[in-house]
Each structure stands twice: as C-alpha cells, then as structure tokens.
C-alpha cells in the first residue's frame, strides 16, 4: 500500500541515523473567547493580572479584547508542552471572574458587530500599531469573521538535527527542507480536516449579512450535513483576494516577493476605505491586499522571530525559516485545553512525514488542486464516497487514507527510536471512529438544542473541570504578568513619534 518512493525516503532517513539525532522544538498558541456565563461575549477588559497583552510572553489577545491567546514557550516534548499549555488555562481561569472560554472555533452567538470590542493595547505606537491592524481587518472582513477561534502549532527541528542529512546544512538548505514539509503539509491537508476538524455549525450570526451556501439547521444555525471544518472553509477564515497572490512555496525569495507584492498591491475596495478615519487617525496600515505579512490567511506559513518592530519578510529575507506555523487546526471541544497530547504527537507525526517525504514543486494546476480537495473536505467531508483530485485523476477518498495512515504509522514507528509513545498515539487516534465534527452534530441532533446551547452547556463543563483541577503554583506566571507590565511602562517612556509618521515608518521598512 505504501508508495515506493517513501519506503526509499524512510529508509533513507533511517540508514542516515535522522531519528536518532532527532530534537524536535514545539510550540502552541491557542485562542478562546472569554464570554459570560449566559454565552455572550465578554465587555470586560484583558484581565489586568494577566499581564500587558502587549508585552506578555504567555497570554495576550488577538482581534478582540475578549479574543485570548495562550501562548507556550518551545518545548522538547510533547508531555511537557501539554502541562505548560494545562498550567496557562488554570492560571488564566484564575483570575476570570464570572467568565469562561468559549471552547469551540466558532463563536457565540452576537446581535450586532458592536458587541466585539477591538483589542487594546495601549497607547505606545507598537500598541497602537496592532490596534490599527484589526480596526483595518474589522473593516475589511467584520468583526464577525475575525472572532473564530484555532490552534497554531510551531515546529521546528534543532540545528543539530540537521547533520544527519548533510554535511554542511546551512540556512538554504534548511530553507528548502522546510518549503518541503510546506508543499506536503498542503498537499494532504484533507487529513487534518478530517481528524481534527471540529466546526461543522455555527450560529446564525456568524454570517451575519454575507452572502453563503450554508444549510438552515433548525431555528437559529447553519450547517452542512457532512462538514468537518467550516472555520477552514470559504466562510470561515479566509480571504478569496488573497488567491490573487498564487503563492507556491516553491522558493523562498518567490514566497517572499509575492508577500510584499501583496502589501503593495492596493486594492480599490480597500483605498475606498482610505488610510485615515474622518478624525485622520489611521484605520488600516496599508491598502494593499495584505496589510501586513500576518494578513496572510493559509494553513501554514513559514516563520522567522525577531525583534517587536522587525518585519516579517525582512527577517525571512536576512535569516531564512526558523519554524513552521500550522495554522489549520481547529479546537477540540471535548478537551479543555483544545488539544492534547495524542494530538500533538500526531501532529508531530504528520509535519515529519511531510518532511521526509519527496516534494516536487508546486504548479499552478496543483494549487487549484489543493483549493479544491479542501472545499471538498471542509463542507463535505464527512461523505463516505468522495473523492479528491491527485495529479489531474479524481481517487477515493478512502484510498488516499489508506496510504498515508500506513505511511504515518511507519514514521510513528521510526520516530519511537527519538521518543517513545509515537506508535501508541498514532494508533489511539486512528481507533477513534466518531471524530469531532461528528460528535458535535450527533449530540446536538440527540440532545435537540441549539449550537449555542450545546456550546454554552460544554464550555460550562470544561470550565468546571478546570475550576476544579488541583490549583498548581503559579509563581512563574505571575513573575512574568507583572514583568509584562514593567516592561509596557518603560515602552511608554519612550513614546513620541505622531502614530502617522510611525505607520508611515513602519510601511517604508518593507
């Protein structure tokens, strides 16, 4: 069942002693709705013990001020990285009072947009910048839109890691190992959006005055009877301009340029919105079709860190990949952190067989492809005989699973010679049978409710078990809150510049 050419390429990284040699360093940020306890979302500010949301290495806001984004450090392991994201819940539940998160992607119901507060961050011009960005997306998409929540995965290998595949591994080379794994990722994608697709209904709301071809489901939601993941489909997270863009991840300079031309490509619905609001306070950062390089909505991207200020693509252009980001996860329901350890170790699984295996470059033809199979698979793929267009030929569905869960469960095994517990992860989760899409649309059929209702009863659990959990010290996240908070005031020390001539700098760095 395995192709040959990845029984050569396991191999290959097997005689070469890859698994051996392996550290793998990973990372999660996790975003949640703060709402109240009747499901509405949160009017409260950013808790102030959380620390700055500006200058905070383990909890800030994304979009919304009730937007919260969990944020771990690097770890070696998945046991640990697990236990710091179970510790960032815990502390954050902590000093929540009379809220909970909303743990699902798709969000709350809303009467009007103007219930979600755009995010704070005080009055530096780094903060003002990010505030200019989302009033910039909130008037480019809706508020709406931006409020799904997901979980981004970073992975990256040591520099180490790298010595069993070469002899002189330097940043080109890592730079096309990972614009590998890249291709790959996108190319089965369908396997994340079935195994861990967890959005098949959202309220009403969320669609509030756009246009869709989602189906009624009952008096107040919509839905699409074999949906896995709606946050990944057209209606969900997205920005059809952006396809404008054809961008292959074929080279590094291309992805790079075709990020910049994006930023510097003005669209006309976007300079009719104008840089500046009637005060003349800036409301978007530019009128391009991407503000700025985060603007880029893809299941994946490349990433580099850096200094606050620096540009993305500048650090990409100076210091090649550092990690990858994968985007494309949506939060688990049934588990309080949105994800667990299983999971991560698939996910492990998963980049490393898309890293191993052969990756030609991306044609034209093929990314239309990849749009494809995923339009199939976030609105149907659920369906038991559909089928996914591989190299120009339409293949069951069902026989691309066949080989790629075989050739995860050799990767797993190969990747036991690391760590220990690859094999029995993987195999738990392709045990389980009724996977999160489904088991949200069999128990609200059964159950007879609403998806605000089903969604409100089961955060109201997991915030209970959190609530319950053992309190464990949080010492070091308090250090850092108030760390955060020091450090916001010093960069207030030094504000000066008028926010226009800072935007104005900012734009003429790219």
Same mark, same amino acid.
């Given at each position: ?24 360093? %990973? ?33 800030? $806001? ?61 009055? $530096? ?8 960005? %989302?009033?910039?997306? %909130? ?43 890249? %291709? ?159 999971? #991560? ?30 339009? #199939? ?134």
């Amino acid at each position: 069942m395995t192709a040959d050419a990845f029984k050569r390429s396991l191999k290959d990284h097997q005689d070469k002693g890859f698994f051996k040699n392996l550290k793998i360093l %990973r990372g999660i940020e996790r975003e949640s709705l703060r709402v109240s306890e009747k499901g509405r979302i949160s009017q409260k500010n950013h808790p102030e013990n959380l620390g700055s949301p500006l200058t905070s290495k383990d909890i800030t $806001t994304d979009f919304a001020e009730a937007l919260v984004e969990l944020v771990t450090p690097t770890f070696e392991s998945a046991e640990e990285l697990f236990k710091h994201l179970n510790l960032l819940h815990r502390f954050l539940y902590s000093e929540m009072e009379g809220e909970m998160l909303w743990n699902f992607s798709m969000p709350c119901a809303f009467e009007n947009e103007q219930e979600i507060r755009i995010a704070e961050y005080g009055e $530096t011009n780094s903060g003002m910048l990010k505030h200019i960005y %989302r009033k910039g997306l %909130r008037l480019r998409y809706g508020s709406i839109m931006q409020c799904v929540s997901g979980i981004h995965y970073n992975f990256s290998l040591s520099k180490e890691s790298w010595h069993s595949l070469s002899d002189y591994p330097d940043q080109d080379f890592i730079n096309n190992k990972y614009l590998g794994a890249i %291709r790959n990722i996108k190319r089965n994608f369908w396997f994340l959006l079935e195994r861990l697709g967890a959005s098949p209904i959202a309220h009403e709301s969320y669609l509030l005055n756009r246009e869709h071809s989602l189906l009624k489901h009952h008096k107040s939601d919509l839905f699409l009877p074999y949906a896995t993941s709606l946050r990944m489909s057209d209606v969900g997270y997205q920005s059809s301009i952006q396809n404008d863009l054809r961008i292959s991840y074929n080279n590094l300079d291309e992805f790079i340029n075709a990020i910049i031309k994006g930023i510097k490509t003005s669209v006309q619905d976007f300079q009719d919105i104008g840089l500046l609001d009637s005060n003349g306070v800036p409301q978007q950062i530019s009128t391009g079709i991407l503000q700025i390089e985060n603007e880029l909505y893809d299941i994946v991207r490349p990433k580099r860190s850096g200094p606050s200020g620096s540009r993305p693509a500048t650090l990409l252009k100076e210091q090649g990949i550092e990690y990858l980001e994968l985007r494309g996860i949506d939060i688990n329901p049934f588990i309080p952190e949105g994800i667990d350890e299983n999971k #991560i170790k698939l996910l492990d699984v998963y980049i490393m067989h898309s890293l191993i295996s052969k990756s030609p470059e991306v044609s034209d033809k093929e990314i239309e492809e990849m749009r494809a199979n995923q339009k #199939i698979m976030v609105g149907n793929g659920r369906s038991k005989d559909i089928k996914l267009r591989r190299d120009g030929e339409d293949i069951q569905l069902l026989e691309l699973k066949a080989v790629l869960h075989d050739e995860l469960k050799q990767v797993a095994s190969a990747m036991d010679e690391y760590c220990s517990g690859y094999s029995n992860a993987v195999d738990a989760e392709m045990s389980v049978d009724c996977l999160p899409s489904e088991r949200i649309m069999n128990e609200i059929s059964s159950q007879n409710i609403s998806f605000q209702e089903y969604a409100l009863n089961q955060s109201k659990k997991i915030a209970n078990e959190l609530h319950l959990s053992n309190k464990n010290n949080f010492e070091g996240l308090i250090h850092h809150a108030k760390e955060s908070q020091k450090d916001l005031k010093n960069l207030q020390k030094n504000t000066g510049m008028d926010i226009n001539k800072y935007v104005e700098l900012y734009n003429s760095k790219i």
